[in-house]
């Protein structure tokens, strides 16, 4: 009985997933990303407390760009879809559709990082610079950090596609796609917070 | 081994199909819609509250359904809510700190 447990054990323990059939590095995502949750609800509370303080610099009402905003939001909660659809696609095993789906991703991603960094420049232009008012460093240091988040997420998209097409993943190819998923899903969850909160409701 | 095998493919069988999320994603689409609708149309004492609500129904669907939280083992939700429940009440109490509420 104790020789079949530890069998158990160790076979879990060869596919990377514990004694309770989860998969540690899911398991550890997840954990990640709670712990994620205190980074970002860290600087959004904090822009939230300065977004009134403008000093001589401009107010948020007369730089945000609502449409190219709206636009860019779209085009990330597009790429979840996208993201979504590679993941089943992995799980049907079938990876050049996989493939096909992490690409249109990463490229929907890195439009949303192009579009921040027109909308950061516009701003610049504008006047608003990262030391201008505790208004623009709280919002440039609430974007840029997604923005930094979302890079991260294209640069994963594209070495999951490059891994994959030249075989060499170790382990389960779909738990390994699902797991860079879910880093693109929370970054896609973040900005719908931010979207609200930082550019829908005036300060 | 076979059975291993099985329920190790069954694993991967949870969620919905791509028609699902597709769905799921044109409701996203038409929320964030009428999210930005709210810039446009004066939705009078309305607005802060219709904002935020719409906000959370986008921000638990896709953890729900995009994410597989709905579908998947219930740990994975509590290390997840875990930590989003403890960034709430931390940065609420924080915020109420600072009289933000006030």
Redesign the interface.
Known sequence: MAETATHSADHAADHGHSSTGISNNKLAMWLFLGSECLLFGGLISTYMLYRGRVSDGPHPEQIFDIPFTSVSSFVLLMSSLSMVLAVTSAQRKDYSRTNLWLLVTAILGATFVGGQIYEFTAFYREGLGFSTSLFSSSFYTLTGFHGVHVTVGVIMLLSTVGILKKNRATGDKAESVEIVGLYWHFVDVVWIIIFTLVYLIPA | MST?TE??ED???H?M??AG??K??LI??AI?AL??S??YVDFGPLF?PS??A??FV??FM??S????LKFD?K??SL??????G???F??VA??AT?K?FM
């Open positions: 291993a329920s190790h694993t991967h069988e969620g199909s791509d999320y597709i799921i994603a996203l689409a964030t999210e930005v709210t810039y802060l904002l935020i719409m906000m986008k921000f896709v953890v359904y995009f994410m597989h083992n740990l994975f290390m997840f809510y875990i930590g989003l403890l960034a709430i931390v940065y924080a915020l600072f933000f």
